[in-house]
């Protein structure tokens, strides 16, 4: 196949190999040929515009991959966008081509996509001065990236694919497009010497199986297969003059000669007849008009033929449009009416080969019946006889029986066994309707014993999904069972088999199989879910091939869906050899929308054994996985054990949401608190919600918490609250920001009544339980939805939709001297001294005054008072408070009669300890107030904050500075991630009042090989004259920890930032900063300990050896009296701090209870 002047990516012309164009590197030849604003062109995703377009390209998943997407279209006018690939030629018979698109927007007036005037997205093939179509997307499409496949077949001589979106008038959609795929495209090449036994040679060298000689497909790919002189014994009924020697019965409805122009374009027809691959070739069809139920059953018959056993009929079906069409091929005696092949669901925008072998002992007619579904069509071509089809002559033809008249139900109804009616919709939900249960019986569950249960093949290619008997005894499979077989479609590719239309489903459902494969490693079996409601596939499970017989039985997670839907399998080996795949003994479990698993109340789960009440919703775009932890971290429960985790960078990862759900729950008529522990890590992780969803109603956000928070769990409680007479679903929700870090959840538990007071509160689900009372009202309010006066942005977010609390002090709302106070729930003290920090923000005119107070058994005492503010973004406030019991936090805003003041509260939190220096942080507790800014353009990626337990995926020193053990904490950042999507990594202080001589003082840790120092530390000053770098240091590789200070002096309010910058990408390394201090008002000079010295992290081992050699040294002065002479000199020897745990220990410290806990060794585990 050629390639035309610009090739492919990854090209290759062998019949097989697919080649690519994955636009990385450029556009692979395909050209924007419109006339219009309206063009193509190639770009790459952007997060910042999630939900307007792609988030990611589809090859590598994130942000930094490119692909092809429409741009401008004009407001006014319907527009097209055309793509053209480069010219090619000599397709294969064989040829498939996929691509991945992804269509988002909705058009003005329009609910979404899914009206009459969505655009729609086509694939064409210019040849012989015509434009034929190959295929189109669907009515119905949801976001994400979905695959087109498009069936080429052979075309002879030169050709040209275009791509093409046409949109109506002010319709804001665009298409991106990625990873065009050539699949088995190219001609045979010349085979060798000798062919095999059922091979004949072609003319151009290469070989051909004899039972595809004469069968309509040029295989050869020189026509020799297809000579008319090799083939003048057979009998091929084209259509394109008439029907030959067939009858087409009278309808309606019938089987009628027509050709794509004059059907026209409507989705489900054919777009080219087989014979000539013209939209001017004839070919019958039955058709059902859309939403009016199937058509009836069209019949079309043969001449009679004499009783034979070598009679054959290869024939060209095109099924599309709908699940339900059915094609069946019989053969009629004067006694008889034999099924030999039926064919039943939606096979694509293709013409495939069928080939059946009659064997009649008596003289008999061949006859065709297609019942097309609703909005399908199902047509044939080329009906081409074997020279064993004889006539009979001179005798009394065969009579087809009488067609049996109307069914028993009405439109919109189906039979029971026992012929009750009942709906539809009502067979294969999952429950018995029927009293004889005949409307759940051929809906997939089966043996296998007395039928195929429901399951049909829907292949088009050389394999295909047929019942086999076992042929000896089987691990794995009885009697008989679903097996793959030799196929008699032309395409390459793997066999598919279907259920019915399936549904609703509730969330625990699952599907039970048996299987068996014996395949290389490139054969596999998969279960995928067909979701028309969505328009999505999903896969659902899958098994790679193994050298040896493998198999199981396996449970595969369907969950809750809408109707209809269909399983399928998905299943491709070389059956030349001894491969084989089999599967058996399929049930559906809890499926049935009502059902209750036994499970369902089960909120309180450690995730230990299994979920226990809680499930994966498997219409989210990516999964919750129950795991151990792949380079994240350990669980919390007992160190080595289990957790559930979502990672966005899994290559199975796409799109933006991933849901956690319960069942239905039964009322609560009182309030109950729900605790768990969670994870949050890395530089471009999202958000973490808790949702209440009560059945009628808007589901509600109880608990957020967004951006990293370290690789360290942390505990969090939220109250649950009465329903009332409503049942209700509470569901754990992702919501990524971007491609890296981790999301973990543990440790659940469900008890009666409300939490307590919140230790962190951003104010993003709901006010904390915080209550307002004097003459003011203080109100929870973002700057896009609120009334009152406030902040452009929150702290938390640092968006618009961010939310805070805040308070009108204007005269009218707040009148001078008049007080409106913000009290908290009593927050229990666990430690002798607390925390208490908070970000404020107030109006830049006369916003009164804020007084912050700890309440104790009615007795006040001020914490901060404030009345003016330097600059007008967010403040840091924070007071260390020694309780000797329950206190509580009031905040007292007080009006001074000003005009359209206000005070606003974010980011309450409360942390065991006591309360750092302004910027100073030795990170043991939390981060002090030292953030990654909240970037909606993403130019940044947000440091992490961890300890020194090895982690695989977030590395850094084994030690932190502070207490020198694996135990201790710091930030840190894996400068590998830095690069076209972000180039920078910031660190940033609270804002602090100007000075004019303090000093910052800090570690810092390198690891960064020398040859990819292009890497920079930066120390900057940020304030309103802009910024000002006053230290910086190379990247390099320290072998230690690293003490440095800086001078600082700023005329105006300013914010310390550590910036890692790059100027070349990747840049593989980490950084770590630890034990930072700033001295406000002490310049360095006047220090007394100059952190300047390198202080090895090593190893436990290196330390051991170090310890010896001093005690050795000291033990040796001591004996010679030296000692005394040190002390009288002052010096003293500095050891390395010793590790406080035991060795191989391998867990985290965790946030709540300090539990630390040793993994127990487990089988598998690597030393």
Known sequence: MGTGPQGY??????????????????????????????????????????GTGPHSDHTVGTDLGSFLVTV?????????????????????????????YHLSGSCEGTQGLNEMDQPVLRLDVAYRDEVVGLWQSPERSSKGWHQLVAYLGRIAGQFQLIFSLTQPPACGAEVALDDIIFRNCGLPGPGQQDCGAQESRCSRGSCVAQHRLCDGTDDCGDGSDEDTTRCK??????????????????????????????????YGFPTRDHSTTSRAGFFLHVNSAPNTGPSGTAQLSSPTFQATSSCSLVLYCHLHGSANSNLSIFYVTNSTKQLVRERTGDMGSCWFRERVNFSVTEAFKVLIEGVAGNGGTVAIDDLILSPGCVKEQGKSPVT???????????????????????????????????????DEKHCGATTFESGAGGWHDVSVGHLRWGLQRLAEPNTFLTGSFLALQEGEGQMVGAAKARTPLLGPSGPTCTMEMSYRIQSGPQGFLAVRILDHTTGTTQLAWHTQGRVVTAGERVRVPLGERSRPFQVELLALVDLQGSASVGVDNVTFEQCYLGVVAPTAAELT?????????????????????????????SDHTTGSGYFLSVDPSALWSRGQQAQLITSRQDPAAAPRCLSFWYL????????????????????????????????IWHRAWATLPATGQKPYRVAFEVLRDGFLGDVGLDDLALTAGPCGAELSCSFEAEGCGL??????????????????????ADHTTGTTAGHYMVVSTGRDSLPAGHRAVLTSQPYQPSVPAQCLAFWYQLSARTPGSLGVFVEQSGVRR???????????????????????????????????????????????????????????????????????????????????????????KYPGPEQDHTLGTRNGHYVHFDTSVLGAGGTSALLESQPLPATTDSCLRFWYHMDIPEHLSSGELRVMLHSTAGQRLVWSVEGHHSWGWQGSMVPVQSPSEFQIIFEITTRRWPLEGTVALDDVAYSAGVGCHSSLEEPVEEKPSGSFVAEVVLGLLLALVIVTLVATGGWYWLKQQGLASRTPAESDTPQGFDNITFRDDKVIVSPLPREGDEA
């Open 771 to 792: 209550a307002a009372s004097g003459q003011g009202t203080w109100q929870r309010q973002s700057n896009g939805t609120g009334t009152t006066a406030g902040p452009a």
């Open 862 to 952: 001020k914490v901060l008072s404030v009345s003016t503010m330097e600059g007008s973004g967010w403040h840091r406030g924070h007071g260390t408070i020694q309780p000797d019991g329950d206190w509580q936090v009031v905040f007292e805003a007080v009006g001074a009669g000003g005009d359209h003041g206000y005070i606003a509260l974010d980011d309450l939190h409360v942390s065991d300890g006591a309360c750092p220096e302004p910027a100073s942080c030795d990170f043991e507790q939390d981060m002090c107030g030292w953030s990654s800014p909240s970037d909606p353009h993403l130019h940044s990626f947000a440091w992490g904050w961890k300890s020194g337990v090895p982690l695989a």
């Open 400 to 438: 087809l029986p009488s067609q049996a008249g109307a069914g028993p139900c009405a439109a919109g109804e189906v039979a029971c066994d026992s012929g009750v009616c009942i709906a539809a919709e009502l067979a294969c939900d999952f429950n018995n309707t029927c009293t004889d249960s005949s």
């Open 680 to 711: 949050l890590a890395g530089p471009q992780i999202g958000t973490l919600n808790l949702k209440l969803q009560p059945e009628g109603e808007e589901e509600t956000v109880l608990w957020t918490c967004r951006g990293t928070q370290g690789s």
């Open 605 to 633: 789960c450690s995730f230990e054994r299994d979920m226990c009440g809680w499930y994966q919703d498997q219409s989210s775009d990516f999964k919750w996985v129950h795991n151990m932890g792949q380079g994240q971290g």
């Open 233 to 266: 014994s057979f009998t091929n009924c084209s259509f394109e003059r008439d029907l030959c020697d067939w009858e087409a019965e009278p309808g309606p409805p019938s089987w009628d000669r027509n050709t794509s122009l004059n059907l026209g374009t409507l």
């Open 72 to 100: 401008s279209p004009p407001a006014k006018t319907v527009a097209t966008a055309w793509l053209r690939s480069p010219e090619m030629q000599e397709a294969a018979a064989t040829c498939e081509i996929r691509a991945w």
């Open 9 to 50: 990516l990854r090209g290759s012309a062998v019949l097989g190999t697919p080649f690519t164009c994955d636009f990385e590197d450029g556009d692979c030849g395909w050209q924007d040929v419109g006339t219009s604003t309206y063009r193509w062109v190639r770009g790459r995703a952007s997060l910042a515009m999630w």
